[in-house]
């Protein structure tokens, strides 16, 4: 079983920046492929960023130029940064990870509002 756990969500201006945060519980956290989703009200949840076990990055084309995901595997723990943020990215964001067996998990979630 994985724990994972974000912090980090708020409430932000317009143009403002975040850093979420997501801190696993196993230490083979490095094997994982590891992601941020989102839920806005109304609306289906969608993949917004990956990093798979190598390294390599993705990410929807709405936040392309302005989210960067990456991980620590030393500290178990992977991060969001959002910049110029826009009223459109309110959500509450998941982290999710899958391990190479495909077992999936999911954290509770935390709310971003972006807002003036």
């Known amino acids: 079983q994985v724990q994972l756990v974000e912090s980090g969500g708020g409430l932000v201006q317009p143009g403002g920046s975040l850093r979420l945060t997501c801190a696993a519980s196993r230490s083979i956290f490095s094997t994982y492929t590891m992601a941020w989703y989102r839920q806005a009200p109304g609306k289906q949840r969608e993949l917004v960023a990956a990093?798979?076990?190598?390294?390599?990055?993705s990410y929807v084309d709405s936040v392309k130029g302005r989210f960067t995901i990456s991980r620590d595997n030393a500290k178990n723990t992977v991060y969001l940064l959002m910049n110029s943020l826009k009223p459109e990215d309110t959500a509450v964001y998941y982290c999710?990870?899958?391990?190479?067996?495909?077992?999936?998990?999911w954290g509770q979630g935390t709310q971003v509002t972006v807002s003036s």
């Open positions: 990093i798979t076990s190598g390294g390599t990055t």
């Open positions: 999710y990870a899958r391990s190479a067996m495909r077992n999936t998990y």
